[in-house]
């Protein structure tokens, strides 16, 4: 049986980014899919403090739902992200997350005795959502975010979906978005 990790990067649970991760979900559970979700509305991550546990002992010694994070992304086959764009980065939640990864990045590459199978074939999908119009929206820094995120837990980044507009046209009503949100969840088994 397959399994996903699903993050949805945004603190309101019930907006765009949940509607999002909503569909990838149900298109996963369709086929059997293992899915564990993570949201930053419940799933509070305290962000590194770069204490440098993880450079003496594997592992992060701050006890939250990162433990958990840490477990599925060794495990699962997809890995898929969806985030608001705030300030033309990610959440401060999601990257709290990332920056967690720190002890990851320390298991193999200070103390070579990886956290993760670093062989395993892993595919990650980064939908980000941005308020403004397309011509006003910069999703470089979310995409140099996410590309490292996905880098330091051996993911590779199968695709990516960028979203502009949402204050003025949530994604609830846009047919051609959910649609391809749909198709992708399809295409990820
Ligand atoms: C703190 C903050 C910063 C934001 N910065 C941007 C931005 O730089 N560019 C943009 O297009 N939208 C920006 N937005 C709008 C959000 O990206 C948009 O409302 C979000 O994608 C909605 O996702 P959600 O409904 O899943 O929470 C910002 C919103 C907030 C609250």
Same mark, same amino acid.
């Given at each position: 049986?397959? %399994?996903?990790?699903?993050?949805?990067?945004?603190?309101?649970?019930?907006?765009?980014?949940?509607? +999002? +991760?909503?569909?990838?979900?149900?298109?996963?559970?369709?086929?059997?899919?293992?899915?564990?979700? *993570?949201?930053?509305?419940?799933?509070? +991550?305290?962000?590194?403090?770069?204490?440098?546990?993880?450079?003496?002992?594997?592992?992060?010694?701050?006890?939250?739902?990162?433990?958990?994070?840490?477990?599925?992304?060794?495990?699962?086959? +997809?890995?898929?992200?969806?985030?608001?764009?705030?300030?033309?980065?990610?959440?401060?939640?999601?990257?709290?997350?990332?920056?967690?990864?720190?002890?990851?990045?320390?298991?193999?590459?200070?103390?070579?005795?990886?956290?993760?199978?670093?062989?395993?074939?892993?595919?990650?999908?980064? *939908?980000?959502?941005?308020?403004?119009?397309?011509?006003?929206?910069?999703?470089?820094?979310?995409?140099?975010?996410?590309?490292?995120?996905? %880098?330091?837990?051996?993911?590779?980044?199968?695709?990516?979906?960028?979203?502009?507009?949402?204050?003025?046209?949530?994604?609830?009503?846009?047919?051609?978005?959910?649609?391809?949100?749909? %198709?992708?969840?399809?295409?990820?088994?």
């Amino acid at each position: 049986m397959k %399994r996903a990790l699903l993050i949805n990067g945004s603190p309101r649970p019930e907006g765009n980014n949940a509607y +999002i +991760i909503d569909i990838v979900e149900n298109e996963l559970r369709k086929k059997d899919v293992a899915v564990t979700r *993570i949201e930053m509305s419940g799933d509070r +991550i305290a962000p590194c403090i770069h204490c440098r546990e993880c450079e003496r002992q594997k592992g992060c010694v701050v006890e939250d739902p990162m433990s958990q994070v840490y477990g599925e992304l060794d495990r699962s086959d +997809i890995i898929v992200v969806s985030c608001p764009l705030y300030f033309n980065g990610v959440t401060a939640g999601f990257k709290a997350l990332v920056d967690r990864c720190q002890a990851v990045w320390a298991s193999k590459y200070v103390l070579g005795d990886s956290m993760i199978d670093r062989k395993k074939d892993r595919k990650g999908l980064f *939908i980000c959502t941005g308020g403004q119009p397309e011509d006003e929206t910069d999703f470089t820094g979310a995409l140099l975010v996410a590309e490292a995120f996905f %880098r330091v837990s051996n993911v590779k980044i199968w695709n990516k979906m960028l979203v502009t507009d949402v204050e003025k046209r949530p994604v609830m009503g846009r047919g051609d978005v959910t649609g391809q949100v749909r %198709r992708l969840a399809k295409e990820l088994t």
